[in-house]
């Protein structure tokens, strides 16, 4: 590692969270210098440490990981920090009167004895006393920053824990580390416990422990589960730790009686849940069999409507759909799921047009743009995002809902697609918002991937047993019509396909190396199936099941964006940290966030509709990067638009290529899916069959036949630790099978 000295001379570029640009001149001449450098501005004297990196468009550049100022050594130096805006209120002339009258004293006066700056002609007491005011502030940030960088800490994570507790931040971390995990949304347990170590922390510390038994239910939870089993959390909770399991379990009761979890005890051993999770599912399971149960339906036996319903729509309704239709018009609660081309769709719409026959109104919506908008394709009416349709909006980092239990839903019926989709917060929300004697239809593929955030809710409302299920089973697109359902059907049954003949839509292309897979990538999506297919590059996605690798989504975007969004002299561009985004990237929002603005506009730019929110897997194209204004301008694929401050673009990555898990809820004209190798827990039969699913036109896999037809035989499907479907028995006065 090198240091480079030198003052600052201009900055050229900086994002929010202080990723910086800028030219230091030094001894040797100007250097450009690339790094963290936030409350650092033109005209001081910095020492930086680093490394000198040569960037392929930039050139050489010092890139720094530790940034610390130093006090001007002689009066040039001085009076160019002073006259640079860095200190408000002092300009160049009045930087000049300062060092003239206290030479090389100067910034010892400004520090220790401030008064004595009312001695210079034009500050008075007042004006001294809020430049000392400005000097300390500065001082006591860049010394906190200094004093955090021996326990390792980032100059970006820093500047976050420092504008959380100010000076406080010594007592934190010399008496409590872990709170920084739970406090700073940057410092994950890993982090605090590195920290608490250099600060000589306790290893047996109940603060450790407790902060590792937060961490664990929140990493778990990521993975799906609303509990985890007591004794198999203390087995991994002592292999983190390396302490002896008695002192975790010793700790989890305390932490109960708090609240800052919950445990309950059953026949096969203690569940322990985050705090909120026994309760949402509880919660849940009242409302639906209170939904149930205070829904007033029709005659159980009198279907005679249902062929003249027929003859209105113009088609005829099979057995199951049928049933789906009756039940909707008697049952508070309907469940109706199936796989593609079983008539869903269809199903939806002749529901519909019973209520419109009863002048009853409804309301449609599912959880992602992408679905809502395919939903009204297919129904010929208004729907919305559930978070849009509940009224979503924010204060400060807190999310709330105005629809809600005081303010409920107007609606005879609510129907929602892509039930699949919502995970167990989700469901509490939209369940508050619905009325006793409001009907609820959830439409959904139970087989689909589970839901990204916890819980495993359509399964478990379906196998509750407790609620009016419909499962339609009858493929109407036939196989010689559609390829991909065929095959659909096929994988979820277990069934290998046939990869030997290369059909309209689907088939495979049998590569054996990641590289050739990526050249046939670029390929296809820039010249092939734009010129054969008449479809754009927008239209075609890559999906792939992993993050990592050569074919995982990190490596497939770089390799994607650079060849078929390349730099240009006329295309603009940003960099964030490592990352490049440019005008005409596919990007994807990767965390939902409540207090980011968007507009959909129509002709001449007038605002047609406005709102709060932008989510975790949506998806859209940047149009315009302003350099200026430092905004990036985002158009979604539901043609929402957002301007993203240069320092939240953190919050987006390409989407050229994105993981299956990422997919659920969208439908895409064509989907690539580069199969090779990886990870057996990935490469499952329900992953398969959730991206091929994805695909309305074509399916092209590239890659190995075997290793596909290996995924259709690895049924393995990752258990989720959940209680739904116990706490709905429960709510219905049934035995519950567990605690």
Not at 502 to 525: G, N, P, S, T
Not at 624 to 636: D, G, M, P, T, W
């Amino acid at each position: 590692m090198e240091e480079l000295k030198g003052y600052i001379d201009h900055i050229t570029y900086q994002t929010e969270d202080g990723y910086t640009v800028m030219t230091v001149a030094s001894a040797d001449g100007s250097n450009t210098a690339v790094g963290y450098a936030r409350d650092y501005g033109t005209g001081e004297t910095v020492v930086l440490e680093g490394d000198w990196v040569e960037h392929s468009i930039y050139g050489k550049q010092f890139k720094f990981t530790a940034i610390r100022a130093v006090p001007p050594s002689d009066r040039i130096s001085m009076i160019r920090y002073l006259g640079s805006g860095a200190v408000k209120g002092i300009g160049e002339k009045m930087a000049v009167r300062i060092v003239d009258r206290f030479g090389d004293d100067t910034f010892r006066i400004m520090e220790e004895e401030p008064e004595r700056l009312a001695e210079i002609k034009g500050i008075s007491v007042r004006m001294a006393q809020e430049l000392a005011g400005q000097l300390a502030g500065k001082r006591d940030r860049r010394n906190a920053f200094v004093w955090l960088q021996q326990f390792g800490i980032s100059l970006t994570i820093a500047d976050r824990i420092y504008e959380i507790y100010g000076n406080d931040l010594y007592n934190v971390i010399k008496n409590n580390p872990y709170k920084l995990a739970e406090d700073v949304p940057a410092v994950g347990f890993k982090k605090a416990d590195a920290i608490a170590v250099k600060a000589g922390i306790s290893m047996d510390s109940e603060y450790r422990i407790c902060s590792a038994v937060i961490y664990e239910l929140g990493a778990l939870s990521s993975e799906g589960h609303c509990f985890y089993p007591m004794d198999g959390l203390c087995t991994r909770l002592a292999q983190m730790l390396a302490l002896d399991e008695d002192l975790i379990r010793q700790q989890l009761p305390p932490m109960a009686a708090d609240h800052r979890i919950e445990l309950k005890y059953g026949p096969e051993g203690a569940r322990v849940y985050s705090a909120g999770f026994y309760r949402a599912e509880k919660y849940c399971a009242d409302r639906l069999i209170g939904l149930r149960d205070s829904f007033g339906g029709g005659d159980p036996g009198n279907d005679d409507w249902i062929p003249a319903l027929e003859k209105d729509l113009g088609l005829e309704l099979d057995k199951l759909q049928s049933e789906a239709v009756s039940l909707s018009d008697r049952s508070g609660v309907l469940i109706l799921s199936g796989g593609p081309g079983t008539g869903k769709t269809t199903t939806i719409n002749a529901i519909i047009r019973r209520l419109e026959d009863q002048d009853l109104t409804f309301l449609l919506a599912a959880p992602t743009g992408r679905a809502a908008k395919r939903m009204y394709e297919a129904t010929g009416h208004e729907a919305k995002t559930i978070h849009r349709l509940l009224e979503m909006g924010a204060s400060g980092d807190d999310m709330f809902y105005e629809r809600n239990e005081d303010e409920p839903l107007e609606a005879d019926c609510v129907i929602i697609d892509e039930m699949s989709m919502v995970d167990i917060w989700l469901l509490k929300a939209l369940l508050a918002a619905i009325s006793p004697g409001c009907r609820l239809i959830m439409v959904g593929d139970v087989d689909q991937l589970p839901s990204v955030g916890p819980g495993q809710v359509l399964r478990d409302i379906m196998d509750s047993g407790e609620f009016s299920v419909v499962r339609l089973q009858r493929i109407f697109r036939q196989s010689g019509d559609s390829h991909i359902v065929e095959n659909a059907h096929k994988i979820n049954r277990g069934e290998h396909i046939d990869l030997a003949n290369k059909y309209e839509d689907f088939f495979l292309l049998e590569k054996d190396r990641a590289e050739v897979i990526q050249e046939y990538l670029v390929r296809l999506i820039s010249d092939v199936l734009p010129r054969k297919l008449g479809v754009t590059a927008g239209e075609i996605q890559v999906m792939t099941p992993m993050r990592k690798g050569v074919l995982g989504v990190e490596g497939l975007n770089a390799m994607l964006q650079e060849r078929l969004n390349p730099a240009g002299d006329e295309k603009a561009e940003v960099s964030y940290g490592d990352r490049v985004f440019r005008c005409g990237d596919k990007v994807m929002q990767i965390r939902n966030d409540y207090q980011l603005e968007w507009e959909i506009t129509g002709d001449h730019n007038i605002v047609l509709m406005s709102g709060m929110g932008v989510f975790n897997g949506d998806v859209g194209v940047i149009r315009q990067i302003n350099s200026y204004l430092k905004l990036a301008e985002v158009v979604f694929d539901d043609g929402r638009t957002v301007y993203y401050p240069f320092g939240q673009l953190d919050e987006l990555e390409l989407a050229y290529a994105v993981t299956i898990h990422k997919s659920q809820g969208s439908e895409y004209p064509l989907v690539i899916l580069p199969i090779l190798s990886g990870p057996e827990m990935l490469l499952s039969r329900n992953l398969l069959y959730t991206a091929v699913t994805r695909a309305k036109r074509c399916v092209i896999m590239i890659g190995s036949g075997d290793r596909i037809q290996q995924m259709i035989d690895n049924d393995h499907v990752q258990h989720r630790y959940t209680s739904l479907c116990e706490r709905i028995k429960e709510a219905a006065g049934g035995m519950a099978d567990g605690v």
